[in-house]
């Protein structure tokens, strides 16, 4: 056997401290809210987007918006937060 397999592997590992995201696209948010409605952390549960409030919501692009939303999430990408305020909404760092 390769004394590199016979040697314990040791070091540090991130996956204790890694931050992990409840993530929620763009055509989710277009398919499940009105214009003109707040979506936050509450919101995302009651329509079934988020289970729980352990995880910080993450708001992806993919996607498509139409509507006028009050966005409120822990963190958005770029291409998220430009297509709200295009269109007419707020992304707003919770």
Known sequence: MP???RIPK???SNVKFATRYSVVNLKDLEE???PGDVVNLQA???ARLVRGKQQPVKVLGDGALSKKLTVE??????????SIVA????ARVV
């Open 87 to 90: 269109a007419g909404g707020e």
């Open 44 to 46: 995302l549960i009651d």
């Open 32 to 34: 499940r809210f009105s």
């Open 3 to 5: 004394l590199f397999r």
């Open 10 to 12: 040791r070091g540090f």
């Open 73 to 82: 999430a822990a963190r958005f990408s770029r291409k998220a937060a430009e």
